[in-house]
């Protein structure tokens, strides 16, 4: 299991649409997400996601999210992303998926 919380300093509104860009790309295929939790922050916004793995990350990251960054928001994209801080659940639950830890 991979997980990780990002701090973005962007506006929200630049999370919207890149959020519905995502979904539309991916169309709902399981990527190994296994949750995705955004929220407005007084910086910009911050994300938590958790996924099956790192490699799975990595590779939704590369396929999709990247591109779709790039297309949306080429020229006003920082040096390089955000980082992200790595941490490992002490509890997750997500009955209707079958996760339990």
């Given at each position: 299991m991979y997980c990780f919380?990002?701090?973005v300093?962007?506006?929200i509104e630049m999370y919207d649409r890149l959020h519905s860009e995502i979904n539309a790309r991916?169309?709902?295929r399981d990527l190994g997400l296994?949750?995705?939790?955004?929220r407005?922050?007084?910086g910009g916004f911050s994300i938590i996601e958790i996924?099956?793995?790192k490699e799975a990350c990595d590779?939704?990251?590369e396929e999709y999210l990247a591109p779709a960054m790039t297309e949306l928001f080429g020229d006003q994209l920082q040096s390089g992303p955000p980082p992200m801080t790595e941490f490992e659940p002490r509890?997750?639950?997500?009955?209707?998926a079958g996760v339990l830890i």
């Open positions: 919380v990002q701090e300093p962007a506006p991916t169309a709902g296994l949750l995705h939790v955004a407005e922050s007084a996924w099956s793995s590779r939704a990251i509890g997750l639950l997500i009955p209707s």
